[in-house]
């Protein structure tokens, strides 16, 4: 399709996206403006773009008001990456099995996997706790991993499952007449051929497992050392008053690793997002 | 040493029989093409042969032994696809390696097999290439090659040339022969085009609806059809079919009158034939020269230089087409008159059953 818009529909779209955008990351802006003002002159002010009082004092004075942050940190990106490997051990075969071999049940379990996605984390609190607490999970890395691993397993079936089904058969079936497994046809076949869908379902997984560790952390967990970020903030909320900019400015620095992997990342899933729409 | 025996094969999808009993028993060293049009059941042969398809019954023989029940790689066949099936990640030197990386044969032995397989296929250049940037033909020269590095007893190829180009794939087709040639192996190959069919084939299988409706060599399929089928299917243009009906059974042959009241002796067998019965002759467009017998009315002279094709139709609307010389000097719109040998005649009962000829021309073994 050749782009043919004129020059008042590209002003146009550029003012749409932007405005868009703006809707979008008006939290972020408020956000890093926040963390970006000494204390006492955050309620005063009325709201400007830009302010001669911007410092990086909040970024320095957090790690002294919240010593644990670093490990908060850590904990946050080391359950989310640990659900999101533990995920996709799990949902790869399950989802070549799902694209590729008949068994009984087949359609019925792949509905039950939707159907268990409907239920929020919040419904299942009390019976998650139960189980976590018999299993004497509780207060470890493991009450956060393992129901964010149960959660997202769904998801992940359902998104890899579509890719899968868009390699052609035939280059398995030239495996299999050649004499290659199907464990071996998934290693160096199919995995390598999805490579671009695992990326996009690795990051929907992680992105999942980032979103929701806040509410698993307080409800199985009160070691304050295993507590991750979203949990961690909490400690920014004093006796007497809550340390806004700080607390803005440790959650910036929370998100920063990831986004920056994903900035690197974001090649791919665009290229995954519409890679097979198309015959090429 | 390679023989390939089926036995009765029969294959259904649900309640939609698609083989029904196939017998076939292919020679050692013998190049067979599976001909017929789409849907006939040619590629769900080849897929049952490589054990791809299980057979709903039957069984196969290669060399004698039962390989019904065993799996690909150990029935000793290799396959070529239609769309390849070549691996986008892998590098040709990896991609023709694949079957060898799988047996796990160590690394000398692997660099040297595909070695050679890439020098038959003038390949040598192209190993350390990603498929993607090959051309169509290199593409189909890297799954032959990916086929013959296990030095497999059969080769099976599923409609391998027919995403290449016209002129491309008729240097494939002599590629292929040589390759055979030089390979001494025993190759099945399916296609839906009778030109791939007859021009390579020692022998070739004719399907129509799940049956074999002819297993012969070539020229036999072209002098003696054993169906309308087979008839219609073989030969470029299409065999012409003029309704006629039988008026008499003689030493000499069989008497028939055609629309329009032309009365021909035509020397085949004539065991089946009844007086009144209504028949079907059949006359290739090379057997039609001018002069008079049935007049047709030409509609489109195609002048291909060395023949030129005359389309037209008969009074009683039957479409017609005959071979004619390049330089005929003919013109659409006109009437022509086409005669034939009688001798040249084939002649179908009204099941499509064909009554044998008794001068065709001495087959080519």
């Not at chain 2, 069989?254 to 032309?262: A, F, I, P, Q, R």
């Amino acid at each position: 399709m050749i782009d043919r818009l004129t020059l008042v529909q590209k002003v146009g779209v550029y003012i749409a996206t932007f405005f868009f955008l703006l809707f979008i990351l008006m939290p972020f802006i408020e956000m890093i403006r926040v963390s970006l003002r000494p204390m006492s002159h955050l309620m005063t002010a009325k709201f400007t773009w830009w302010s001669e009082d911007f410092s990086l004092q909040a970024y320095r004075d957090m790690w002294k008001t919240v010593p644990l942050l670093g490990r908060y940190i850590f904990n946050s990106i080391f359950v989310a990456s640990s659900v999101t490997a533990i995920t996709m051990v799990v949902v790869i075969p399950a989802a070549y099995a799902y694209a590729r071999l008949d068994f009984p049940f087949k359609a019925l379990s792949l509905g039950g996997f939707l159907a268990v996605n409907m239920f929020t984390g919040a419904v299942l609190l009390i019976p998650l706790y139960r189980v976590l607490r018999s299993l004497g999970m509780l207060n470890t890395y493991w009450a956060m991993i393992i129901p964010g691993v149960a959660f997202l397993i769904p998801t992940g079936i359902w998104l890899l499952r579509s890719y899968l089904e868009k390699i052609p058969r035939e280059l398995e079936e030239a495996a299999y007449v050649d004499g290659a497994s199907r464990l071996y046809t998934l290693r160096r076949v199919v995995i390598p051929l999805a490579t671009p869908g695992l990326i996009v379902v690795g990051t929907a997984v992680f992105i999942g497992a980032y979103a929701q560790q806040f509410l698993f952390a307080i409800t199985f967990n009160n070691v304050r050392e295993i507590q991750p970020l979203p949990a961690g903030l909490y400690e920014f909320i004093g006796y007497q008053d809550v340390t806004w900019n700080e607390m803005m400015a440790a959650a910036l620095t929370g998100i920063t690793p990831v986004m920056i992997v994903f900035l690197f990342l974001q090649k791919y899933l665009v290229a995954g997002l519409t890679a097979g729409a198309v015959k090429e | 040493m390679a023989t390939l025996d089926l036995q009765s094969i029969t294959k259904s999808f649900g309640s939609a029989q698609v083989l029904s009993g196939i017998d076939l028993a292919i020679r050692d060293k013998e190049f067979v093409v599976f001909v017929g049009p789409s849907g006939c059941g040619k590629s769900t042969l080849l897929r049952i042969i490589a054990g791809l398809e299980a057979s709903t019954s039957g069984r196969i023989l290669i060399d004698g032994v039962d390989v019904s029940a065993a799996a690909p790689v150990d029935r000793g066949i290799a396959m070529v696809f239609q769309s390849y099936a070549l691996y986008p990640h892998l590098s040709v030197y990896e991609n023709i390696a694949f079957p060898l990386r799988v047996a796990r044969l160590p690394e000398p032995e692997v660099k040297q097999k595909v070695g050679r397989a890439a020098d038959i296929l003038q390949l040598t250049e192209k190993l350390p290439l990603k498929p993607g940037q090959l051309s169509g033909g290199q593409r189909q020269r890297v799954a032959i090659g990916r086929s013959i590095v296990r030095n497999p007893k059969v080769f099976l190829f599923d409609e391998p040339l027919s995403n290449l180009d016209a002129a491309l794939r008729g240097e494939m087709r002599v590629e292929l022969s040589a390759l055979q040639r030089d390979l001494d192996a025993t190759m099945v190959y399916v296609t839906h085009d009778q030109i791939e069919a007859m021009t390579m084939a020692h022998r070739i299988v004719v399907l129509n609806k799940g049956r074999i409706e002819q297993f012969g060599t070539p020229m036999e399929l072209y002098h003696h059809p054993a169906t309308r089928f087979v008839a219609t299917f073989i030969g470029q243009p299409n065999m012409n079919l003029l309704p006629a009906t039988v008026v008499g059974t003689g030493p000499e042959g069989l008497t028939v009158e055609l629309h329009g009241g032309t009365r021909m002796t035509l020397p085949v067998d004539t065991a089946t034939a009844r007086a009144g019965d209504s028949v079907e002759v059949g006359i290739r467009p090379e057997s039609l020269q001018l002069g008079t017998g049935v007049t047709m009315h030409l509609r489109v002279l195609e002048r291909l230089g060395g023949t030129a094709i005359a389309y037209g139709q008969m009074a009683d609307g039957l479409k017609l087409c005959a071979a004619l010389p390049g330089d005929t000097t003919v013109h659409e719109g006109e009437d022509v008159g086409l005669t034939f040998a009688p001798a040249d005649a084939h002649v179908f009962d009204a099941n499509g059953r064909v009554m044998r000829r008794r001068q065709a021309p001495a087959l080519a073994a």
